[in-house]
């Protein structure tokens, strides 16, 4: 079974704080998702592997360390992913972007996937999906088996906010992919939405009703 590692960090509280309010404007919740998601970048990599490499600073000859891997590629889930595309670049700025798409029927409450664009070479690359919101799990479901479809094998999702029902539908379809999130809801209400939860974070994010 994957892992949660649920990034318990004081200023990633205070900030998704913020963005629970429904006071904040669209430009607060994306400063504060931008934010957040670059200091989660920092726990989501902390185990990428390092080589080292020798050159002259300054000062000395000396032999130091760079990441094994700089071709990271970060998939945003369509469109709320979007919102935490800047914040990994900002961490990771040689990395790619692929995007995937997914629409939730409102009736149904599952992904339909309308738009897959990717980089080269994906399969042989360490992916970061991200997406703010676990709630069923469907559209993360999905955009995972897309991948490995095109032979992905080192996948890892990203999200703000999660649902025990969403993580516990995730890691029975990919028990293979490790799961990152700065909190761990209650429940998800009748609508599918995530409670407390932080709204629709694509409506938030882009000021759409």
Do not use: W
Request: aromatic share 6%; net charge negative.
């Amino acid at each position: 079974m994957s892992d949660v590692h649920a990034i318990d960090h004081p200023l990633i509280a205070d900030k998704l704080t913020a963005m629970r309010r429904p006071t904040a404007s669209s430009a607060e919740f994306r400063m504060h998702l931008r934010s957040i998601t670059t200091l989660m970048a920092y726990e989501v990599t902390r185990d990428f592997a390092t080589k080292p490499v020798e050159f002259a600073t300054p000062v000395a000859t000396g032999t130091f360390p760079v990441l094994a891997e700089p071709a990271v590629i970060i998939v945003p889930i369509l469109r709320a992913g979007i919102g935490m595309v800047d914040g990994m670049l900002d961490v990771l700025p040689q990395a790619r972007v692929g995007h995937i798409g997914m629409a939730r029927d409102e009736k149904t409450h599952e992904p339909d996937e309308y738009y897959c664009k990717l980089p080269e070479g994906i399969e042989a690359a360490p992916v970061i999906v991200v997406d703010p919101m676990l709630a069923t799990g469907g559209s993360a479901i999905d955009a995972v088996s897309n991948l490995k479809e095109r032979g992905c094998k080192r996948i890892r999702l990203m999200n703000l906010v999660a649902a025990p029902e969403g993580i516990a539908a995730f890691q029975k379809a990919h028990p293979d992919v490790d799961i990152y999130v700065a909190a761990v809801d209650e429940c998800l209400n009748e609508h599918a939405y995530i409670v407390p939860g932080l709204g629709d974070a694509g409506d938030r994010i882009f000021g759409t009703v």
